[in-house]
């Protein structure tokens, strides 16, 4: 087993200073890091995931860019309202949170569902300074579907694993088996992570609602604000097609392959991704 390189080893989510916005009586938590007077790039989560999943690209911009990290509703220390929820709700938080840290505009950086919950942000709102959309898709009858074999590991899970077994095992689509087997402490406090601060099952589940419905493949030449779209080709969750399909129908977009990478690209390859991300934003 080779060894973790020193900057995976380190990282560690630090203890934040929790500020809280309201939307329609929904608590959501964020928290603000970096120069108050630099420009703002905020970070939007995939479905059930908490704000440590941005640790890698928080740490990389926090000097030069003011971040900022939040949960979405029904994940970590953000409000579980009832649901099934839907992708505008989920915008509508985006703008909430924005509006609270009196941010005017914003470099908008999502993944997976943090993705289409940009992509729906940038048709009801004028806050998006840009977009990052990584291993997202716009639906649609052209989207290519999760791989059945994906929704049997992800949704079908044998009955005799504990807790943290679960947690491994869902998360293996979403990974390069080289990698979990080269960074098996990382993977431990992944785990913890995600015990700590992921989505309840029942939230996972309408969120997972937002997703199914997800669908703006007719709207968008619509979103005219400048955006890099970033997949992998190993992709077993969101299927590369379907980046592909999004920077083809995005008037605006710059598309980045990273050959190999899996659905978790801005963990497994952060350090390109973090370079492409912070060239991009540069130059808008």
Request: include cysteine; charge should be negative; aromatic fraction near 8%.
């Amino acid at each position: 087993m080779s060894a973790e390189p020193d900057h995976l080893k380190d990282i560690q989510p630090e203890p934040a200073s929790m500020q809280y916005a309201t939307n329609d009586g929904v608590s959501l938590a964020y928290e603000r890091e970096g120069p108050s007077d630099a420009e703002t790039v905020v970070f939007v989560e995939g479905i059930g995931y908490g704000r440590w999943m941005w640790l890698w690209q928080q740490e990389a911009l926090v000097d030069e860019y003011q971040t900022i990290v939040w949960d979405n509703r029904g994940t970590g220390d953000s409000d579980e309202p009832e649901g099934p929820y839907t992708m505008r709700q989920m915008a509508s938080d985006l703008e909430a949170v924005l509006d609270d840290a009196d941010i005017k505009q914003a470099h908008i950086v999502g993944a997976s569902m943090g993705g289409m919950i940009a992509q729906q942000y940038a048709l009801e709102y004028d806050r998006a300074q840009s977009l990052t959309l990584m291993c997202t898709s716009p639906g649609g009858p052209e989207a290519k579907a999760v791989p059945e074999e994906t929704q049997q590991r992800m949704f079908n899970v044998p009955e005799d694993l504990d807790e943290r077994e679960l947690r491994r095992y869902k998360m293996q689509p979403a990974l390069s088996d080289r990698f979990m087997g080269t960074h098996e402490d990382l993977i431990e406090r992944i785990i913890d992570w995600r015990i700590d601060s992921d989505a309840s099952d029942q939230a996972l589940e309408w969120q997972g609602a937002a997703v199914q419905a997800h669908d703006v493949s007719d709207r968008l030449g619509e979103i005219t604000a400048p955006a890099l779209v970033i997949h992998g080709t190993a992709d077993e969750v969101v299927p590369y097609e379907n980046g592909k399909l999004l920077a083809r129908g995005l008037p605006n977009a710059d598309f980045v392959t990273v050959h190999g990478g899996p659905h978790l690209l801005f963990i497994e390859e952060y350090d390109r991704v973090n370079t492409q991300i912070r060239e991009f934003i540069d130059d808008v």
